[in-house]
């Protein structure tokens, strides 16, 4: 069964520092998502990307952060220069097809970002 | 975006069926109720979704009442891998349509 991978599952950083999360979609999805969840607390909405451009930002999406499908197959996350409050799990998702209202989003394992 | 409101945590011997209710009285009339499930150190799972009538599908049964202010997601036998934050989340059609995670409901399987 196809899957969303992300890459690394867990990233130490120090602050101030640029980290780029990696995803892998499922081939042939189009919108792809990312949701970040801070430890025992609730999964919130990032950023969601379709046809090369963001679609929605959250108020956590700011300057610091960018997304990126450089390849076709690849979704990156950048945040350029980490604080401590970054610390979080960061989940990739994507759904199928356009034309498709309710899809559902299939999400990966997740990043484990640490900064120190 | 409509609200949620589910319990904070359930408990369910296994083997039992599971009836987990949500409310959402703010629902419009476009919104599609949809659930996913959360694993222990997983990334959140679709489960089911519905918008007026009562769903079915290899995970779950969704349960939707006629005003559709609340919604029920079943699960006919629980097993101790059914332990996991559930989430009902209302989302809005539309292609790239974010999901509003609340706090969700805890449950709890034991022997």
């Known amino acids: 069964e196809p899957e969303v991978t992300q890459t690394p599952s867990h990233q130490v950083t120090q602050m101030g520092q640029e980290v780029i999360l990696r995803c892998v979609p499922i081939s042939n999805h189009l919108y792809f998502y990312w949701y970040r969840q801070i430890l025992g607390q609730k999964v919130e909405f990032l950023v969601s990307f379709y046809n090369n451009e963001i679609s929605e930002k959250s108020e956590i999406f700011d300057d610091q952060f960018s997304v990126e499908r450089p390849d076709g197959s690849n979704f990156t996350l950048k945040i350029r220069s980490t604080k401590l409050e970054d610390s979080a799990m960061y989940f990739c998702a994507s759904k199928g097809l356009a034309g498709s209202l309710v899809n559902e989003q299939f999400f990966g394992p997740g990043t484990r970002l640490t900064v120190l | 975006d409509a609200k949620t409101t589910q319990p904070n945590s359930m408990e369910s011997n296994e083997e039992e069926p599971v009836h987990l209710p949500c409310n959402h009285s703010t629902i419009s009339g476009t919104d599609y109720i949809h659930w996913y499930r959360q694993l222990p150190s997983q990334g959140p799972e679709y489960v089911i979704h519905?918008?007026?009538s009562n769903v079915n599908n290899r995970m779950a049964s969704l349960a939707i009442a006629e005003d559709r202010k609340s919604s029920t997601l079943i699960l006919h036998r629980a097993t101790l891998r059914d332990a996991a934050v559930y989430y009902c989340i209302l989302v809005l059609p539309g292609t790239a349509s974010k999901l509003t995670f609340g706090t969700g409901t805890r449950l709890q399987v034991t022997l």
């Open positions: 519905g918008l007026t």
